[in-house]
């Protein structure tokens, strides 16, 4: 068995079960925790702390210019 995940709640077991591709974002844009789907996108390598836009590339809207304009 995995140790458990600190960043995981039982919020985030469901999603995990229910929508697996799903990325939990803190407030900085860092990724706070993936879904099992996600997780495997990157191998080995922890998604966890990244920023979401150094793993993504996001094409839509054209205009996007970082977090500030996702959000």
């Given at each position: 068995?995995k ?12 999603l995990d ?5 799903y990325?939990?974002l ?7 925790h993936?879904?099992?789907g996600?997780?495997?996108l ?17 094409r ?11 959000l």
């Amino acid at each position: 068995m995995k140790d458990a995940d600190p960043n995981q709640t039982s919020f985030t077991r469901l999603l995990d079960l229910v929508c697996p591709w799903y990325v939990v974002l803190n407030n900085e844009g860092r990724i706070h925790h993936t879904g099992p789907g996600v997780s495997k996108l990157n191998g080995d390598a922890p998604l966890v702390g990244a920023a979401l836009l150094d793993f993504l590339e996001l094409r839509r809207p054209k205009t996007l210019q970082g977090m500030d304009g996702l959000l």
